[in-house]
């Protein structure tokens, strides 16, 4: 048994904040959730909190945990404590907080709901009446992790996109969309793809905070870079985004190294690029250049590489052939052609008796 020193956040709407500090004489395996709830049921009735499976699968009781966002049915009051040397509960990040570690979902729940998490039929191939609609085990494994996502909002409260632009999406809603744009049965590729990309694809910060909240491992980072990708050769430049990244791809193949201000005048145009002037000046002055560099030693080789990855592929960075979408299907298999039996090797030839004469095969 260890003393374990619990800060929890108290509060919520027209109520003052504050933190109520409690001492409870646990075992280090003890759950942060049973934790609370001892407080609740030993010490003090009123606190809130929100729990229902406690096995990880409801992902009702996430709240954060010395900064970090947790389950608090399966993560330990050991390690926690031994990172700062006490815990610190609070709830949920980028939502309203409703009462002590109780927050109000509604603006996760609001941008899943934006990216019409179903199947859209397609009317050129409906979906059978009364009948499966199976999948291939290789259909299926382009979804990657996404089927483990419980919903617990872990990734969105870690996100600091979120705090800074309300048009984002979001980790979980992005990732859940992945989901649907790999499923062959889905009739909305390209509609889904060319809505975030000029809504929120490119307003991801990169920083994997999402991935490093997630309890089931459905890393969401990534599938937002597989979106980045499949937008980008489905669609094309459209955005900011969009055309930085792929003004990134073609200003290296230029030279071998990043011209900047070819990259700024790609991802910007002109007007946009002017705006830069004062931070291009700033950085100037601190003993940047800016100047074009001249082509990198082997630039034939760089070629190589461009070419070998200038054709269409799926996610598994497969080729692709036609020009469908690039679901990340992978494309059917080549039957192999009809060829002669093969010849088996020579043995050595057996005595004839004499007179035998050996058979003309045709």
């Excluded at 003004?247 to 007007?271: C, H, K, T, Y």
Aim: proline content about 10%; glycine content about 8%; some cysteine.
């Amino acid at each position: 048994m260890v003393r374990v020193p619990i800060e929890v956040f108290r509060g919520g709407a027209g109520t003052p904040n504050r933190f109520d500090k409690f001492e409870l004489e646990l075992e280090e395996h003890t759950p942060i959730l049973t934790a609370l709830l001892k407080i609740r049921d030993e010490i003090d009735p009123t606190l809130a909190a929100r729990y229902s499976c406690r096995q990880a699968i409801c992902g009702s009781c996430a709240v954060r945990v010395n900064g970090k966002s947790r389950l608090a049915c399966v993560t330990q009051v050991g390690p926690e404590l031994a990172k700062r040397g006490k815990l610190r509960i609070e709830p949920m990040g980028n939502q309203p907080v409703l009462r002590d570690l109780v927050v109000d979902q509604k603006p996760f729940w609001d941008r899943y709901h934006r990216i019409e998490p179903y199947l859209i039929p397609d009317p050129a191939h409906p979906m059978p009446v009364g009948k499966e609609n199976p999948m291939s085990p290789e259909q299926v494994a382009q979804f990657q992790e996404t089927p483990r996502c419980i919903a617990c909002a872990s990734c969105f409260s870690a996100c600091p996109a979120l705090d800074s632009d309300p048009d984002f999406l979001g980790p979980m809603a992005l990732a859940k969309l992945f989901r649907f744009v790999v499923d062959p049965r889905d009739g909305a590729f390209h509609q889904r793809l060319e809505t975030v990309q000029n809504q929120s694809l490119w307003l991801c910060l990169r920083c994997n905070l999402c991935v490093e909240a997630c309890p089931k491992d459905v890393r969401p980072a990534e599938r937002i870079v597989d979106l980045k990708w499949m937008a980008n050769q489905e669609i094309g430049k459209r955005e900011a985004g969009s055309k930085h990244s792929i003004g990134f791809a073609e200003n290296i193949q230029e030279g071998g190294v990043l011209n900047e201000r070819r990259l700024a005048m790609d991802s910007l145009g002109l007007l946009g690029t002017l705006g830069q002037l004062p931070k291009a000046i700033t950085m100037m002055r601190h003993g940047r250049s800016i100047k074009k560099h001249p082509p990198i030693q082997g630039r034939e080789q760089l070629d190589v590489i461009y070419n070998a990855m200038s054709g269409r592929e799926d996610l598994q960075h497969r080729p692709m052939s036609g020009e469908g979408g690039v679901r990340g299907k992978a494309p059917p298999p080549t039957p192999p052609a009809a060829s002669p039996p093969a010849a088996t090797a020579p043995t050595a030839a057996k005595p004839r008796p004499s007179g035998e004469t050996k058979e003309a095969h045709p």
